[in-house]
Nanobody, 116 residues
Framework: QVQLVESGGGLVQAGGSLRLSCAAS????????MGWYRQAPGKQRELVATIATTGGTTNYAGSVRGRFTISRDNAKNTVYLQMNSLKPEDTAVYYC?????????WGQGTQVTVSS
């Protein structure tokens, strides 16, 4: 069974940084695109960033471009999200997602809270 497990969330002051990690485990034959979404209270889940299989192509939401960086380590089946210059509006549950064995999987989410 395939699982995605996130870590690295927490409480940080505005202007601070956090690094999220998401590791895929289980019976994995192929991993394609990986990405991060977030959902704030009372809002819909929204795309934060995605990264292609080889890591050469990335995509960011306009609200995080220039502050967040997505990367991946294919040897570890892990995707990262480096978040700098955090703002209170970045507060949300962050979810990892990936196409594994030609199916979409989601992690359980990790809470990020940015205080002003």
């Amino acid at each position: 069974q395939v699982q995605l497990v996130e870590s690295g969330g927490g409480l940080v002051q505005a202007g601070g940084s956090l690094r999220l990690s998401c590791a895929a485990s289980g019976s994995i034959f192929s991993i394609n695109a990986m990405g991060w979404y977030r959902q704030a209270p009372g809002k819909q889940r929204e795309l934060v960033a995605t990264i292609a299989t080889t890591g050469g192509t990335t995509n960011y939401a306009g609200s995080v471009r220039g502050r967040f960086t997505i990367s991946r380590d294919n040897a570890k089946n892990t995707v990262y999200l480096q978040m700098n210059s955090l703002k209170p509006e970045d507060t949300a549950v962050y979810y990892c997602t990936s196409v594994i064995n030609l199916r979409y999987y989601w992690g359980q989410g990790t809470q990020v809270t940015v205080s002003s």
